[in-house]
């Protein structure tokens, strides 16, 4: 307020960006960082990432502010923001300047009462993926070409309509097995459970859908109930689950053999399109005529061909005289070329015969020369005639040792001229000093 009393000197005049700069520090300055909960409304991306919309009471007060999420932070929200959304977020006040109107910058969104509820699907998980229900390795490859499909959702919900209208679109020819059942609320999970049983027990279908249209983390918590879990981990039929919207994950995705961004997209991978498969089925026909057609004019080129050579028989014999006239001389010439190389061969190994076996006899003199010299060196009688007789005791044992002797005892000694009868008479052991 202007007070009119006041001088103009004295009175202190606000420019409009200094007024809207002290209001925003003081903002600031009085709710630096805050949570706010509320409902979504006019939510809106621009092509520039940045976020803008409005968060207004949830219980119907005509209460709303104005919020801008910039480009980094709307990164890091981890679902897909809608109108009519429970949602927390946290940031701070601030005046927008050029409009001079009251604003919060968001720093981080999540969804209302989430946290809890997140914390007990993340401790779940685990649990179960401890127990091996999520491991690739136990997860089967649906069959290409289904030609029953069973559907289990809620006879009510968008998610039939959207995955009938894709099977009529892509497979006219399935068959559509429904298997009604809740899918949201206290009753939704024994409910998934008794229509997956159903399902399995009929045998109707060779593969099962799993759907249902999107929402909250509380809405889809049917589907991370351990007993749905459980249930589709051990279906004897493939299960392909579609549930919610692509951001939108549940235990039940992470147990089924196939996971689905949205059902209409369960209803794809379940399904080969009729037109994919028409325009297969053409391209195999215009390969099979293209091969046959040139099977056909090789065969017919290959016909021609015989057909030229039986026309004029004559030809074929004269090549065959020519060859044989060909190898008759060759074999004319190459035998008696054969025969004289053999013949050249056995004078040459004659002539080295002749020149070695006088070598080889003259050798085999000189070494019998060698060990005849060798021989008479090593004769007995040599040793005798140089005046060293051979003892033994009458019976051809040489003895060596007076121990072999005693006194008394006949001995023979054999000479280089003869041998002689001796007796002992004393038997003496020569000491060191002794010996000669």
Avoid at 10 to 35: E, I
Avoid at 146 to 175: E, F, K, N, Y
Avoid at 223 to 241: G, K, M, W, Y
């Amino acid at each position: 307020m202007i007070d009119g009393s006041k001088p103009a000197s004295a009175r202190m005049v606000w420019g409009v960006g200094a007024l809207l700069t002290a209001l925003s520090d003081a903002l600031q300055a009085r709710f630096p960082v805050l949570t706010v909960q509320g409902e979504l409304s006019g939510f809106t991306r621009a092509t520039s990432g940045h976020c803008y919309f409005s968060l207004k009471d949830a219980d119907g007060q005509a209460a709303m502010i104005r919020c801008a999420m910039f480009r980094r932070a709307a990164s890091l929200v981890d679902f897909s923001p809608r109108d009519g959304q429970s949602v927390e977020i946290r940031g701070r006040v601030a005046l927008y300047e050029p409009r001079g109107e009251l604003q919060f910058v968001v720093e981080a969104m999540r969804r209302s009462g989430e946290g809890a509820l997140y914390e007990q699907f993340l401790r779940l998980k685990a649990r179960l993926e401890a127990q091996g229900l999520f491991d690739p390795d136990r997860k089967r490859v649906p069959p290409t070409f289904a030609r029953r499909i069973g559907v289990i959702t809620s006879t009510g919900g968008a998610a039939l309509h959207d995955v009938l209208t894709a099977l009529a679109r892509r497979a006219p020819h399935a068959q559509v097995f429904i298997y009604p059942s809740l899918v949201q609320g206290a009753e939704a999970p024994a409910a998934l459970v008794r229509a997956l049983n159903l399902a399995n027990d009929r045998a109707d279908a060779e593969v099962l859908l799993l759907v249902r249209g999107g929402g909250s983390l509380e809405d889809l918590w049917a589907f991370n109930d351990e007993r749905v879990v459980q249930t589709i981990a051990e279906s004897p039929l493939p299960v392909i689950c579609g549930v919610g919207h692509e951001t939108d994950v549940t235990l039940a995705d992470l147990a089924a053999d196939l996971r689905a961004p949205t059902p209409t997209a369960a209803a794809e991978l379940a399904t080969v399109s009729r037109q994919q498969c028409l325009e297969t089925l053409a391209a195999l026909e215009r390969q099979l005529h293209r091969r046959l057609e040139q099977r056909l004019d090789g065969v017919a080129q290959r016909l021609d061909r015989l057909a030229l050579r039986l026309a004029r028989p004559g030809d074929a014999l004269a090549r065959q005289r020519r060859r044989l006239d060909l190898l008759s001389q060759r074999a004319g010439q190459v035998v008696p070329r054969r025969i004289a190389m053999q013949g050249q061969r056995l004078d040459h190994l004659a002539q080295r015969l002749a020149r070695a076996l006088p070598q080889s006899l003259q050798r085999g003199g000189h070494r019998l020369e060698s060990l005849g010299a060798r021989l008479q060196a090593l004769d007995p009688r040599q040793v005798l005639a140089r005046g060293y007789a051979w003892l033994d005791d009458g019976q051809g044992h040489a003895l060596a040792s007076i121990q072999q002797l005693s006194e008394g005892q006949d001995l023979r000694a054999v000479l280089a001229d003869g041998e002689a009868q001796l007796r002992v008479q004393r038997v003496h052991a020569l000491q060191a000093d002794d010996l000669p």
